[in-house]
């Protein structure tokens, strides 16, 4: 697999924190729209602002987090399938992806075209699913400082034959390799 170079990893890594930095602002836009129309806020002005904001970037923003984030799974030495961390991410994500195509976006959209005529019921799914996405979007940011629970599986052993011998260490071995994250292997 083909691996970028230090620069283009962190490019692709600043291009995935932007994307899902605009992800979580817009969710906090929506969160912010919700309770305004909760509150008595002109619902022919918030709830066709939540459409056209869903549309035109949630939805969009969604999709660049999710294939930006694969992108650096599959580029970078973490790996889609290497780290637990990095697979609770890719689920956590998967799941939201899915949710605000499927069911957040077509339900915001109609929310905007109701405008006033929109049901309280309706109107709290501009309140409800922001704040649920929000907290998601801030455990997959944990996830991504702390990197907890290890390797999904072992790292793949190396031929004590293969390594060159190296002067100045006890066993003559080369010296324990950090991984990605910068802990001792």
């Given at each position: 697999m083909t691996r970028l170079s230090p620069t283009g990893r962190k490019a692709l890594l600043t291009l995935h924190l932007v994307?899902?930095?605009?992800?979580?602002?817009?969710?906090?836009?929506?969160?912010?729209?919700?309770?305004?129309?909760?509150?008595?806020?002109?619902?022919?002005?918030?709830?066709?602002?939540?459409?056209?904001?869903?549309?035109?970037?949630?939805?969009?923003?969604?999709?660049?987090?999710?294939?930006?984030?694969?992108?650096?799974?599959?580029?970078?030495?973490?790996?889609?399938?290497?780290?637990?961390?990095?697979?609770?991410?890719?689920?956590?994500?998967?799941?939201?992806?899915?949710?605000?195509?499927?069911?957040?976006?077509?339900?915001?959209?109609?929310?905007?075209?109701?405008?006033?005529?929109?049901?309280?019921?309706?109107?709290?799914?501009?309140?409800?699913?922001?704040?649920?996405?929000?907290?998601?979007?801030?455990?997959?940011?944990?996830?991504?400082?702390?990197?907890?629970?290890?390797?999904?599986?072992?790292?793949?052993?190396?031929?004590?034959?293969?390594?060159?011998?190296?002067?100045?260490?006890?066993?003559?071995?080369?010296?324990?390799?950090?991984?990605?994250?910068?802990?001792?292997?």
């Amino acid at each position: 697999m083909t691996r970028l170079s230090p620069t283009g990893r962190k490019a692709l890594l600043t291009l995935h924190l932007v994307t899902a930095l605009g992800w979580l602002g817009t969710d906090l836009v929506l969160l912010t729209l919700g309770v305004a129309g909760l509150r008595g806020a002109d619902p022919d002005v918030v709830y066709p602002t939540a459409g056209l904001l869903v549309t035109y970037l949630f939805a969009p923003l969604s999709v660049a987090v999710w294939l930006v984030g694969v992108a650096s799974a599959l580029l970078t030495p973490w790996g889609l399938l290497r780290w637990r961390w990095v697979l609770v991410k890719l689920v956590l994500t998967t799941v939201m992806l899915g949710l605000v195509l499927l069911l957040l976006t077509p339900r915001i959209r109609h929310l905007g075209a109701l405008g006033g005529a929109a049901s309280p019921h309706l109107r709290v799914d501009l309140v409800v699913p922001p704040a649920v996405s929000s907290t998601l979007l801030l455990v997959a940011t944990v996830l991504s400082t702390y990197k907890p629970w290890g390797r999904l599986r072992p790292a793949a052993p190396t031929s004590r034959r293969a390594a060159p011998q190296r002067p100045g260490h006890p066993d003559g071995q080369r010296p324990a390799v950090e991984d990605p994250a910068g802990r001792r292997a």
